[in-house]
């Protein structure tokens, strides 16, 4: 496996501003994904993040308001913008490190008001 | 749609005796499966992949993965108290690298 860290791990943030999270892995990997699940939800795929190339977005989800980088091999953010109540989530990243095999960091939980 | 669905539970089975959960998938493209444990406040931990016909062991895990009847299913033997958790099945496409996850089913084990 690999150590994925999160920042910040927790969040309240007033509507109509913007979050940054961040995702560090402690190893080199190709594929990081992100993932938001809505509380008693299970894990919905916001996009695919790989390193030199435009994030992947899934139907419902738009680069404007989830911005993501990938500056490198052990990095990346997702931006939150121009939050409503209905962004409250735990975001999640994730790592593939073998065949289709993901590894998810540790969560942060935001909260809009 | 590409699903991937499982009973939300709760499923209680007593302390020591086996939890069966099970998932059953849409996408016959589906290569590669895998099953995450999540406690409350927690983030998903992997726990079994399988990936061909048949059974897979790990300790107290076993994963079965029957494709033509589109099925995977998790056995935990001698259940324990710290194993009352969602577990979460997932499903993946051949030559992709995206992973469809289940509702998750809600295991209590029960003293």
């Known amino acids: 496996s690999a150590v994925i860290s999160q920042k910040p791990s927790r969040d309240i943030c007033q509507r109509g501003t913007s979050l940054t999270i961040q995702c560090q892995v402690d190893s080199q990997v190709t594929m990081m994904f992100w993932y938001r699940q809505q509380p008693g939800q299970s894990l919905t795929l916001i996009a695919t993040?790989?390193?030199?190339?435009?994030?992947?977005?899934e139907s419902g989800f738009v680069i404007d308001k989830f911005p993501i980088s990938r500056p490198n091999l052990t990095f990346s953010t997702l931006t939150v913008s121009n939050m409503s109540p209905e962004d409250s989530s735990i975001y999640l990243c994730s790592v593939e490190l073998s065949y289709n095999e993901q590894f998810f960091g540790p969560g942060t939980r935001l909260t809009v008001l | 749609q590409k699903e991937v669905e499982q009973n939300s539970g709760p499923l209680s089975v007593p302390e020591g005796a086996i939890a069966s959960l099970n998932c059953t998938y849409s996408d016959r493209g589906s290569q590669s499966f895998f099953w995450y444990r999540q406690y409350s406040g927690k983030s998903p931990e992997l726990i079994m992949s399988i990936y061909s016909n048949g059974d897979k062991e790990d300790g107290r895990f076993t994963a079965q993965l029957n494709k033509a009847s589109q099925y995977v299913s998790l056995l935990i033997r001698d259940s324990q108290p710290s194993d009352s958790a969602t577990y979460l099945c997932a499903g993946g496409t051949r030559g992709g690298n995206k992973l469809t996850f289940g509702t998750g089913t809600q295991l209590k084990v029960e003293l």
């Open positions: 993040a790989n390193q030199g190339s435009e994030a992947t977005y």
